[in-house]
Structures are given as structure tokens and as C-alpha cells.
């Protein structure tokens, strides 16, 4: 069995706790001292009940020892009853007393009179207790304080004397002569039972009348076990036939002399009963405020957790990535505060993530852009490598192939002019090999940032001739008319004269080659706004629009340079050195009329940044 | 004496073969692109066609295509020699019916050899 741990109750359970265990323990504790109160004030009031129930029975006895008494007196003081005593004459005995016995006011109070001699012998005996009153045939009485009546005897208490039998109590007075002997007693007695019927008047009261040595006399209510009370008031708890019983024992005094114990008792349940009754309702009580306490407690608790677990709820969702879920903010106490910085934090998210997803977005999309020129520019080097394999090749054919014919014996000797015109081809393809590889050292030394451009006043149209010289013969093989035209006006261009003449070698050379034989090839160089350009225009067979700018990136050639010699790397080259001199290059064509490649150089007068700009 | 049509765009290259192939004993016509060799190549009788393939204009292999395609043409051994030497140039070469496939560059003696074997020639000098 997995017993439930404290720190992993819910929130209210664990506020609810501490507050069930003190409620629960003070409605407890209370029920107890109210039960306990009302327990001891029944206690108390059940020992006064007993105490007066004692004092009534200690003074109905008194009391009926008194009216004994008055009888007594009456019969002892009737007139003729000493003389009759002294003959001993019972029948006048009789006649004297009968109407004293008879004459009594109270229907309850039934006696016995007797006259004894001195020696206890009963002259005269009635009893009126019984319907009809019955004379009694006894020996002789033998009770020592009624034998000291008949003897004339008196003590401390004087003519008084009383005795207590098992069955009844008695009470004696002397008869005497003229001289004041004795000459014996009236004695009358009442029935105990008669006289502990009168002792005990309320219900629930038990009284008991026990002989010294524990026989019990006589009982009134129910019998009652023996204590031996030498004292008055010894207070028991006894059970008695199931039964408990608060009670109350004392010594019975007759005539100043121990003559009995009397014992009075109250059934517990007379006592406490009212008292148990309040303890369950009492207990009910509580129990049913303990419980709303506990309703009260669960609700209050319920009512604090309940916004939590909507914020618990709302945490979960959003920790699930659902970020548009909001946590209710409600009263404005610390959970709501709570709510209120969630939402923040909530917010905060959903923005972060909106502006991250547009984020990545937008980088994704400039990587697909990267990624398609990356991929664009792997094919044009691939496609490069293709390439110079082939340009490579050729000039290569042309010295493995003249350099075999000079040395192999196959093909046997040769003219001194032969000899010569061998080797002066061998040359021209080296030399188109050099070409080819400083156009490829130039380029990497561009992409790697290590050219170095010295910029001087330099003289346009000086540079424009010398290109012309040395490819005139070129153009004239080609059957193309090239013409150069340079204005009276320019001015010094602020130029590397080496790099200067590489890109016009290469533009101009570029010309003749696309231009068909019979075509035009002109150079103009005009002075524009403190600026030289120079126009390379041919009749070739020009640029498709979107081939205008790709020509000049590194390993593209146009359509129509498409199959021919070239790295595809002049143009690119060109405009690296142009840019670096701080001018620009651009191309103007129309597809089958041809193109005109312009130059832009800064003038030698003005600052070349400006002009770059 | 039997007759070679070269064609090729590279002035040196076109040059060495003309030499190598005179030299070899061959009558030598040369054309420079691909235009001009099917210019002249139908009315020519040429007994071989030594082709180019990177020509300005018109693909060499463009060229032994339309040259197969004319009765004229059609049974001209044609020996291919390129600077295109990847593996799908030199397939596309034998596709178009080559008779054989040089890749440049080729020595003079490689030339003159493989030009001799299409004929069935063999020999010790070149001049003969």
C-alpha cells in the first residue's frame, strides 16, 4: 500500500491539514471540557442530592422517635396505669390504654404499644399496625435500654429511651410508684419498613437501613450493598446488579448510640443520564461545526488553488508549445500578480518566437539564395575546369606536336627554314600558354586580395596606339578595318599604365575576335567631366540583355564566345583591375550589331575616390 | 596520292597537321570552322576528314553528322582530334562514327600513325 506523502499533496490539501488537525483538536478538547463541566456539576449536584437524602432519612427517624415519644409520655401519664402496672393487671392495662394506641391523627403512623415490668415481662400488648389491631402474647422484652426504663433507672439522656430492633424501633418511658420506684415501662414501637417508606421520597432514591453487623434491616427502592461507615458521608461509586450507583454511607445514632448503618444511593444513570444525553448533542455539535469548519476550510482552500491550477494548466500548455494560451489573471492578489507576469512572460514568448520564425525565414531564404549561387558558381568552376583543360590542350598540341616533328627521326631532317618555321610555332604556343596562366595568376591574386595597383598620370592615347600596334596585324588578317579616334582634349588619367594597357589588349583583342572578317572595330577616346572613357566597339555579333552583366563574372562567356578559346576569365579580370584603379567598365550591345565595351578612368586632377563613388 | 580534309580553328594546330600530313605524303585542303568545311567538303572527294571538335559556330561533331548524312560524305573515314577529352566528349565522338578519337595533344608521329592505319598504310619514314 503507497501511502500518499505530505509534500505531494495538492496545495490545498496541504493547507487544509494543519487547519483540520486544529479544529479537529480543539472541537475535541472542547467537547471534553464542556462534557467534563457538565459531568462534574451533575457529580456535585448528584452528592448534594445524596447528602440531603441522607440528612432527610437521619430526621425522619428522628422525627418518628419523637412521635414514638409523645406516645410514650401519653400512655405512661394516664392516670391509673401505675396502679395497674403494680397489681399487674393487664385487662385495666387494656382498657387505659387501647384508645391512646388507637388515637392517632396520621393514617401512616401504625405502633405498638406494650407495658412491661420491671423484668421485661409484657403485661399488655396491641398492635394497631395490623386491621384489626392484634393483642400480642409475648415472654418478655430483652432490649437494654427499654429494661432500663422498666427499671426506673435514669441516665444522662434522662426518661428517654429508644432501642432499635431488627424489625423495629422502640421507644420506652418508665412507670413509677408514689415514691418514685419503678415499677416497669410503656414501650411502643413503630415497623422500620413503615418509618424507611417515609425516608425515601424521590424517585431514583434508594434507601437501606443495615444492622451493624451488615444484615440489611430494611430498604426502600432497591437493596444497596454494606459498607461499614464509621464516619458520615463516605461517598462510593458501587455497581449493583449491572447497575451504577452514586451513594452515601453513615452510622444510624439512636438514643446517642450506634444502632444501625444507613446507606443511601442514586442510580448513575438518574445522575448522568441528562448529562449523556447533552455530551451527544454537545458532541454532535461540534462534530457538525468541525465539519463546516472543514467545508469552509475545503472551500477557501479550493478557492486559493483553483487559480493556481489554471496556471499550472496554462504553463503546461505552453511548455507543449502552445503559445497563445493565457493564464486567467482574476483578483489582483500574489497569484494574479503571478498570472499577470506569465502573460508577460507568455507574450514576451510569442513575440520572441514570431520574430525568430520570421528570422529564420528570412535566413533560410538568403541561404536558398546563397545556396543557388554557391551552386551556380561550382558548376561555373566545374564548368571552368572543363574548360582550361581544353584551352591547355591546344596550345600544348602545338609544341608536343611541332617539338615531335623537329625530333623524331620518323619524320626526318629538315630545312634550316623548316627548322625555323618549326620552332617559331613551338614559341607562339608557349606563349599563348603563358598567356593563359597569367590571366589565371592574375585572377587568383584578385580573389585573394594581392595585386598591387600604382596609379600615375598616365597618357591615354599613347597607351590606345601601342594596343593598336601590336594587334593591327591581327585585324588585318581578319580583313577588319580598325580605327582609332582620340580627342584633342583629354587630359592625363590617373591610371596603372601596365593594368591600363592589359584591359585594352584584352577588350580590343576580344573585338577582333568576335568581329567577322570585313567587320569595323573603333576606339574613341573622349574626355567626359574630369573623366577619360575609352569605347571598344565592334560589329560582332553582340550580348543577349541578361548576358551584359554575367560576361563580366569570372569563367562566363556569352553565347557566342560560348565554344571558343578564352579561360572566360578577361573580362572579370578587366573589371577587377578597372574598379582598382578607381574607374568602371561597362558593356552597350545590340544582339547582331555588335557591342561597345567603355572604360571609365578618373583624370589625373581629381581625387580617384570621388570619381569611384 | 590520297586527300585529307583538316578542319580546325586553331591556327598552330591546324598548321601542325597540315605539315605532319604533307609531310606524311597526304594532299592537305584545310578548313577553318565548321561552315566552311561543309562548304567545301561535298565536292572535294576527300578520302578522310581529320575533325575539330571545339569549332566557333558549328560543332565538329555537328559537322561528321551532316557529313554522314550526305552521299556525297557519307563513307569519308572521319578521324576525330579534340581538347575535349572527358569521358562523355569521347563517347559522343565514337557515337557520331568516328574511325578513331586523338586527344590532343598528340604527337606528330601519334598523328600521322593513327591517319595511316585508317588506310591500312605502315611505314619506317615519313617521307616516302
Known amino acids: 500500500m503507497t501511502r500518499p506523502r505530505y509534500r505531494n499533496l495538492p496545495i490545498y490539501a496541504k493547507i487544509l491539514v494543519p487547519f483540520a488537525v486544529l479544529i479537529i483538536a480543539w472541537g475535541g478538547f472542547g467537547t471534553a471540557i464542556l462534557v467534563h463541566g457538565a459531568t462534574s456539576e451533575a457529580r456535585s449536584r448528584a452528592t448534594a442530592q445524596l447528602a440531603s437524602a441522607f440528612d432527610g432519612a437521619r430526621a425522619t427517624l428522628a422525627n418518628e422517635e419523637q412521635n414514638l415519644l409523645q406516645v410514650v409520655q401519653l400512655g405512661s401519664n394516664t392516670q391509673g396505669v401505675a396502679a395497674a402496672l403494680a397489681r399487674g393487671d393487664g385487662t385495666l392495662l387494656r382498657q387505659l390504654l387501647e384508645p391512646i394506641a388507637l388515637n392517632s391523627e396520621r393514617s401512616d403512623f401504625r405502633v405498638t404499644v406494650r407495658v412491661i415490668d420491671r423484668a421485661g415481662t409484657v403485661l399488655f400488648g396491641l398492635d394497631t399496625s395490623v386491621v384489626p389491631p392484634k393483642i400480642l402474647h409475648e415472654p418478655a422484652l430483652t432490649l437494654a435500654p427499654i429494661l432500663l426504663a422498666a427499671r426506673g433507672k435514669t441516665d444522662a439522656l434522662g426518661d428517654k429511651f429508644a432501642a432499635l430492633s431488627p424489625t423495629d424501633l422502640f421507644v420506652a418511658g418508665p412507670v413509677r410508684d408514689a415514691k418514685g420506684h419503678g415499677l416497669g415501662a410503656v414501650v411502643v414501637s413503630e415497623n422500620l419498613a413503615a418509618i424507611a417508606a417515609r425516608m425515601g421520597q424521590a424517585p431514583d432514591v434508594r434507601v437501606v437501613i443495615f444492622s451493624l453487623e451488615g444484615t440489611q434491616l430494611t430498604a426502600n427502592g432497591g437493596p444497596l450493598p454494606f459498607r461499614n461507615a464509621t464516619t458520615n458521608g463516605v461517598q462510593v461509586r458501587v455497581r449493583v446488579l449491572g447497575r451504577t450507583m452514586e451513594t452515601l454511607y453513615g452510622p444510624l445514632d439512636v438514643r446517642g448510640e450506634r444502632a444501625a448503618i444507613l446507606g443511601v444511593g442514586l442510580t448513575s444513570q438518574a445522575v448522568l443520564g441528562g448529562i449523556q444525553g447533552k455530551s451527544v448533542l454537545l458532541t454532535l455539535l461540534v462534530g457538525i461545526a468541525v465539519l463546516v469548519a472543514l467545508g469552509i476550510g475545503l472551500l477557501t482552500a479550493r478557492a486559493i488553488t483553483k487559480p493556481v491550477g489554471a496556471l499550472v494548466g496554462a504553463t503546461r500548455a505552453l511548455a507543449h508549445g502552445e503559445l497563445h494560451v493565457r493564464a486567467p489573471e482574476g483578483a489582483k492578489d500574489e497569484i494574479g500578480a503571478l498570472a499577470v507576469s506569465f502573460n508577460a512572460m507568455a507574450n514576451e514568448l510569442e513575440t520572441q518566437h514570431r520574430t525568430l520564425e520570421k528570422q529564420v525565414e528570412e535566413r533560410t531564404a538568403a541561404l536558398r539564395t546563397a545556396n543557388a549561387q554557391l551552386v551556380r558558381a561550382s558548376s561555373a568552376k566545374t564548368a571552368f575546369i572543363a574548360m582550361m583543360s581544353h584551352e591547355l590542350r591546344t596550345p600544348l598540341n602545338g609544341i608536343i606536336g611541332f617539338a615531335d616533328m623537329l625530333s623524331d627521326p620518323m619524320f626526318g631532317d629538315h630545312t634550316p627554314e623548316e627548322t625555323r618555321d618549326l620552332a617559331s610555332n613551338i614559341i607562339a604556343s608557349g606563349r599563348h600558354l603563358l598567356g593563359l596562366i597569367n590571366d589565371l595568376l592574375d585572377m587568383a591574386k584578385i580573389e585573394a586580395g594581392k595585386i598591387e595597383i600604382r596609379p600615375v598620370p598616365t597618357e591615354v592615347g599613347g597607351l590606345v596606339l601601342e594596343v593598336e600596334n601590336v594587334l593591327g596585324a591581327l585585324a588585318r588578317a581578319k580583313n577588319i578595318e580598325m580605327t582609332t579616334d582620340v580627342d584633342s582634349d583629354v587630359p592625363l588619367a590617373m591610371a596603372d599604365p601596365a593594368r591600363l594597357r592589359q584591359v585594352l589588349f584584352n577588350l580590343v583583342s576580344n573585338a577582333i575576335k568576335f568581329t567577322q572578317e570585313g567587320g569595323r572595330i573603333t576606339v574613341d577616346v573622349v574626355n567626359l567631366e574630369q573623366s577619360v572613357t575609352i569605347s571598344v566597339s565592334d560589329t560582332g555579333p553582340g550580348l543577349l540583355p541578361e548576358e551584359a552583366e554575367r560576361i563580366f563574372q569570372p569563367y562566363e562567356r556569352g553565347s557566342a564566345g560560348a565554344d571558343d578559346e578564352g579561360a572566360g576569365l578577361g573580362l572579370s579580370l578587366a573589371r577587377s583591375l578597372i574598379e582598382m584603379q578607381g574607374g568602371r567598365i561597362w558593356v552597350k550591345s545590340t544582339p547582331g550589331k555588335g557591342s561597345t565595351f567603355t572604360v571609365l578612368i578618373p583624370s589625373a586632377t581629381i581625387e580617384r575616390l570621388e570619381v569611384a563613388g | ?128
Not at chain 2, 561528321?64 to 569519308?76: G, I, K, P
Open chain 2, 1 to 128: 596520292m590520297r586527300k585529307i580534309l583538316v578542319v580546325e580553328n586553331d591556327r598552330v594546330s591546324r598548321d601542325l597537321a597540315s605539315a605532319v600530313l604533307t609531310k606524311g605524303g597526304y594532299d592537305v585542303v584545310c578548313a577553318r570552322d565548321g561552315e566552311e568545311a561543309l562548304e567545301v567538303a561535298p565536292e572535294l572527294e576527300a578520302d578522310l576528314v581529320l575533325m575539330d571538335v571545339g569549332l566557333p559556330g558549328i560543332d565538329g561533331i555537328e559537322v561528321v553528322e551532316t557529313l554522314h548524312h550526305d552521299r556525297r560524305t557519307a563513307d569519308t573515314p572521319v578521324v576525330v582530334w579534340s581538347a575535349l577529352t572527358m569521358a562523355q566528349d569521347v563517347e559522343r565522338a565514337w557515337n557520331a562514327g568516328c574511325a578513331a578519337y586523338l586527344a590532343k595533344p598528340v604527337s606528330a608521329r601519334e598523328l600521322l600513325q593513327s591517319i595511316d592505319a585508317v588506310f591500312g598504310v605502315t611505314r619506317e619514314r615519313a617521307t616516302g
